[in-house]
């Protein structure tokens, strides 16, 4: 089954790489993703319920429903053009500003929590190595009161972080402020997604930027960088679980899981946290009534139902979804619970198909012609599918406001450097002919 997965993932991811031009594309993450995780789940490091031939159907469905989609698109644009070099390369004091003021109003969210955690535990450190599993379920279950999605800004600095990393062509404080930000923001609130979903959007926009200079790093700066992210993306994670008191034994554990556990204690928790969930979709589906939601789209539109029910209307929506022995207790189970949850059958063969349509006809348009809000939105749509395999991102409000607030400030950027561009332009031609005359 292993073998079948990887050469099913490998023709897959191929295509995709045909298909986009490039590796780095929505397509090939997608069947990179759910190939890895089919196959950490095939190798039963932990004696997982089996996922069900109905499972197995729906995930295939899926993800032939994405590459339909993009299929739809490329078979029916027109002949791409030349790349377009982005706006903003004429005056990059304008996506600075962008990048400094989303980064301000997000790190209002980080004091706000720091408020909250001083007040409600005595002291932020304190906290972090003796009361996180309390701090954890008090922020999940919104039994602290802080100021809501300020926080969520600082994800449309990290796409914009990206695009300008990319432009000048080195690594800067400008560019890699909003993800430590969002880096300081999940230790507050015991979190581990806030950095993942930071890094993508950075990447995403660094990736999809047209270039006009290599990035120009140093070998001793590409080994501190690279010691850099390791220590806050994994040191981040391994510290979260370890004091939110993941790394205990887990129900299930295989002999050979136990001997990996011994080097590495917190490995059991990263292994369930990549192979378990297709198992909970699989479980949903045998259970008819997890399969009843009180409002259409209750998943896909939480936030904003949540939003409604301040008005008095009974639309609120519980933050956190219904948990599945698997053994090992979880309450992800893909993307795919959700939106067959919130639409049944049509939601797993009809959002795949639009996902793949919508990422496929933005990355069609930045490569035509660059457009700094097209990208800005892919990045965010790129979230979607490197999560997919845990649930639909859109479950969040964070991920709402970094849709919007990221493409509105993109916009605006856009614009004004172009407005800019096209004057100096405008005025250099006007030299020219007053020197020729």
Known sequence: MIVLLVSVTGVAAYMGRVWMKCWFNPLSLYSAIWGFCLCTYELRLIQYEKISLMAWTYIVIAWVSLYLGAATVLLTQAPTRQRGAPAV???????????????????????????????????????????AGELYLSRSSAELSNIPYVGAFAYGACSLGGVY?????????MGLTPVLLVTVMNIFSMSRLGTAIATVLFVACYVQTPKTTRLKVARSQRILALVLGVIILLGGYVLISATRGLGAEFPGITPEMDRISEYVPIFPAIYSSVSASPVAFSMYLKRPQDQKVEHWGQYTFAPVLRAISKLGFPTY????????????????????????????????????????MATTVLASRIETGFRLP?????????????????????????????VLAGTFVAFLVEQKSRFVSATVGATNGLERNVLGA
Do not use: C
């Not at 997000?106 to 007040?119: L, N, P, S, W, Y």
């Not at 893909?334 to 996902?355: E, Q, R, V, W």
């Not at 097209?374 to 991102?393: K, R």
């Open 374 to 402: 097209a990208l800005v939105l892919l990045s965010n749509l790129y979230v979607i599918v490197v999560f997919s395999f845990a649930f639909d991102l859109m479950l969040l409000g964070d991920w709402y406001v970094s």
């Open 317 to 356: 929506v519980e933050r956190l979804e219904e948990h599945y022995y698997t053994p090992v207790d979880t309450n992800i189970s893909t993307y795919l619970k959700n939106l067959n949850s919130d639409f049944g059958f049509p939601g797993i063969l009809f959002f795949p198909y639009f996902l793949g």
């Open 89 to 131: 390369h004429g005056d990059l004091k304008y996506l600075k500003r962008a990048i400094v003021f989303l980064s301000v109003v997000g790190a209002i969210g980080v004091v706000d929590q720091f408020r909250v955690i001083t007040r409600e535990f005595g002291g932020v450190v304190p906290v972090l190595f003796s009361n």
């Open 165 to 173: 990393t990319a432009i000048v062509g080195r690594l800067t404080i």
